[in-house]
């Protein structure tokens, strides 16, 4: 069983999921933690009925982003975390952090990675034209959007589509690929090869 922190700044559906998953069993890890950098971040209410601790910590209470992130790794270290998962997380992490957890703090993205990366993505593909979008789960480094990439899910845009359309139809892609790929990496089949990941292939015994 691996100890998972998931981290969030808003509503909280990929979060939902992903303990769902877990109270199901179908991911070997419980979810230990849920840290958020917004007070008002409906994602919290949503962890404490579920009996989760949760932390809100506020860039505003410290001096830098980094005496930031070490407040959020010494709550980690609190829980003994096998792996961060960010979900709706809109902060990007310092070396400091990255470094703490190598190859342990994952992202979703909802866009084909490296396309659009950043704020409003599914808006960036759509005003951009694109024929095919969807969402990517990354490990995360001190860029934006810009880690290794684990596992996409794509969706066709059709012409009837609108922005909120393709985002509904990409969240509901997210809410399949996230708690896939978490359940991945609790059984410890992502190996991380020089540029890309390969997916272990399930034990047949
Ligand atoms: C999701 O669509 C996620 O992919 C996106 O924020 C939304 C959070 O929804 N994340 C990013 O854009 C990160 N760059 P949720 O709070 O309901 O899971």
Sequence with gaps: MKNLAIMVSGRGSNMVNIVEETKKGNIKGRVKVVISNKADAPALEKAKAYG???YTVLQSDFSSKSEYDKKVIEILKGYDIDL???????KLLT???????????????????????????QKQAFDFGVKIAGCTVHFVDEG???????AQRA?????EDTVESLTEKILKEE???YPYVVKLLCEDR???????IRIKEEDSH
């Design 144 to 150: 934006m959007d810009t880690g290794k990439i684990i």
């Design 84 to 90: 961060v998962v960010l979900a709706g997380y809109m």
């Design 95 to 121: 070396k400091e952090f990255v470094d703490a957890y190598p190859n342990r703090i994952v992202n979703i993205h909802p866009a084909l990675l490296p396309s659009f990366r950043g704020l409003d993505a």
């Design 190 to 196: 992502v190996i991380v090869e020089e540029n890309k």
């Design 52 to 54: 989760i601790d949760t």
């Design 175 to 177: 809410h399949k690929l």
């Design 155 to 159: 969706v066709i845009v059709d012409e």
